[in-house]
């Protein structure tokens, strides 16, 4: 199968997911110090990505994500895995397994720039994981 070039929308959705499903284990234990170490570790695993990935998570504007609570930020990203990964398997079969390592990789990477997996972390990453896996 050939693969199809992803509309920005699409694009938009992979890197909604993937910065958000970051944010969402960034933000399961709190510390300003923290976040920003844990977002260097992270942007360097995205800035890895190769392909059609590489592509989303490295062009455009960063995602806009709710600033509520963590359940409004889970109600967008969440979804927004399932989905890229439908899109990518839909145009871009290849590049399914790259989306879910690479995200899956930075948001490990995430958890253990500072001192280590929290409980918290661990489902953030859990619920992450299910959304990568689950048709939407």
Request: glycine share 8%.
């Amino acid at each position: 199968m050939m693969e199809q070039r992803l509309t920005d929308e699409e694009l938009s959705v992979l890197k909604t997911g993937a910065f958000g499903a970051v944010y969402l284990v960034s933000n399961a234990e709190p510390g300003i110090f923290a976040m920003i170490r844990e977002s260097f570790a992270a942007s360097e695993v995205l800035g890895e990505a190769s392909g059609v990935v590489r592509q989303a998570l490295t062009t455009g504007p960063l995602p806009r994500l709710p600033q509520d609570s963590t359940l409004a930020v889970e109600s967008v990203v969440l979804p927004a895995l399932s989905r890229a990964v439908d899109v990518l398997r839909a145009k871009s079969p290849g590049e399914v397994a790259v989306y879910r390592e690479v995200v899956l990789a930075a948001t490990d990477r995430v958890a253990r720039a500072h001192g280590g997996i929290t409980p918290a972390e661990a489902a953030a990453i859990e619920r992450v994981g299910k959304a990568l896996t689950t048709r939407s």
